[in-house]
């Protein structure tokens, strides 16, 4: 098979998303767009991937993290997407192979939306693109082809003719070539408009004009949308949720109102597993078979293993683990803990850093002191304790197997196995103070009018 490599474009500023954020660093089913798009390119099998960037430096950092340091590319000026990819050619001189070219910011793009690239070269055209027919083709280039389907031209819409206007096949920006094939059409754009810039779509008429065949691929317009605004943004995160919805659904998970239910890019949830409706999935979540996930609630970075209850309005954080048939219930939080089998907090608690023994009941109220403003400490729960209500648990600290504390109980110490450990201050009581002081305040009151 022929060599793959790619050249992703993400030199742009994305001024139109009108944020701090780098346009190629927003978020799809929270993944960044760069990221997704590593992620397709490798997926269809490009053994080199080169990134060219700007001067924004969260992005060439994002890159050196997935790729390394080699794989990145600098424009610097900025002189058009015909010279972003030029810009590759040193990184890619020692590559014989084809070159697919893609954008950063087509989110739904995936690696069998490319492959008829690769088909389209194997059955001898010199370069293939990506084309696609929007709702709406007023703002893209059309992509104009002979009576043999071969394409001709890209034309942009402020050039098309009238007739060329009706045309609703539209370039989507993605090409493939071989290397040499494509550094040399480059080579001969040149800036000849008002914009002064070198484009990519130029490619196509260097081509033609050494009577190379070109042929295009219509891909669906979802695949190859890009995200360049926020309304185009939260269109390809609808696009993507729908997407995982119906294969959650297809999969056997049961949803009563999955149009509320939020994934994201890499949720695991096993068939048999329940969600109940305005639940968020952020990265890093699985959940076993019969499970249930109830209202309201929010996951990441955690497993809920086979059978347990979350919620209604709990928050599971990174590095939680809750175990069989478990449950974690309204408004508890747990962060980095592993909850055992059968273990429960059902209120009104936070449960950071440490351990839960099977069968341990975390009372209303009870929160894990972790955290002294510098570091974070643990706490361990034994298998079947009992932790009375608003218990405060000052880690670092132990609570034996089977170990009760009393109600209101600030733990400064390790309690023994099946010991039971009171820390609060003792209650008096004073006969008939409430009356007297009732009368008191009422004279007081009196002597005010």
Known sequence: MTARAAVIMA???????KSRTPKVLHKVGGRT??????DTVQAAGCERIHVVVGTIPQVRDLVVKRLGEAAVVVQDPPKGTGHAVLCAEAALADFDGDVLVVNADPPLLQAQDLEPLFTLRQNGASLALLAFEPVDPLLYGRVIRGADGHVMRIVEPSEASDSEKQVRLCNAGMYLAGRDDLFRWLSRLTDDNPKREYFLTGIV????????LVRAHTAPETAVMGADTPMQLSQAEAEFQRRRRAHFLAEGVAMTAPETVFFAWDTQVAAGATIE???VFAPGVTVETAAVIRAFSHLEGCVVREGALIGPYARLRPGADIGEDAHIGNFVEVKKVTVGKGAKANHLSYLGDGTVGAGANIGAGTIFCNYDGFFKYDTHVGEGAFIGSNSALVAPVRIGAGAYTGSGSVITEDVEPDALAIGRGKQAQKEGWAAKFRKKMAEKKAARK
């Open 11 to 17: 030199a742009g500023h994305g001024t139109r998303m």
């Open 205 to 212: 008429a260097e081509a033609v004009g050494e009577e190379r």
């Open 33 to 38: 767009l760069l990221d997704r798009i590593i």
């Open 277 to 279: 409706p305005y639940v």
